[in-house]
């Protein structure tokens, strides 16, 4: 897991992940990346063994943003459906606004998700310890409080991914489908948003 980094480290992390996004991870290059990071591979080294454990770095640091910010929502003062609210929020801003980290991990995935596999482990010994941060636990909370009804926590997590993914894998399709312009963006999310909100929530509660 990613620790606070130095200005000259967090900038051979950005060009890295610049280069492993747009050129994959046996297509990258180190010259490449200490050219983008206006540094020379000699200092890349000095931080970094060769070019997986760059990569494996990388998507440590993406995959640590990805989990702060849901289990920055799930920490939050407030009722179960509020959370599942701001985890749903979590995620589409990820999704969408993040698309260089979202590309990064979907590669990743499609490739096998071998590093990304050790990296979840490392991340796993932390949720054992802070089960309170992860998103399943939210949903298990409503469901133990008598506000949702009892549902399989890990799947309604699932579905929830599912349904917050798909506008971000199919982005350009999506909008030539349905004309979404640029400037009409941010309200569609907003919608998109409410709607995977109310969906999940309608199946969620006790009536």
Known sequence: MIESLGPK????????????????????????IADMAKANKAM??????????????????????????LARAAAIEASPEEKVRRIIDAYV??????????????????????????????YKDVFERQPEILPAQVIQQGTD???????????????????????????????????IEDAELMSFLEERRRHIADLLLNGLLVK
């Open 93 to 122: 801003e990820f999704y969408i606004h993040r698309q260089d980290l979202f590309q990064l991990l979907l590669r990743e995935i499609t490739g096998g998700g071998q590093t990304l596999r050790k990296i979840v482990l490392r």
């Open 44 to 69: 890349i080294h000095y931080y970094y063994t060769n070019k997986d454990s760059l990569y494996e770095e990388v998507l440590d640091a993406a995959l640590g943003e990805t989990f702060g910010e």
């Open 145 to 179: 409080a008598g506000v949702f009804r009892p549902l399989n926590a890990q799947h309604t997590l699932m579905s929830l991914m599912g349904m917050a993914i798909v506008y971000a894998l199919g982005r350009s399709i999506i909008d030539t489908i349905l004309g």
């Open 9 to 32: 480290e967090e900038r051979i992390l950005n060009a890295a992940m610049q280069v492993f996004v747009e050129k994959g991870r046996h297509g990258a290059r180190m010259q490449e």
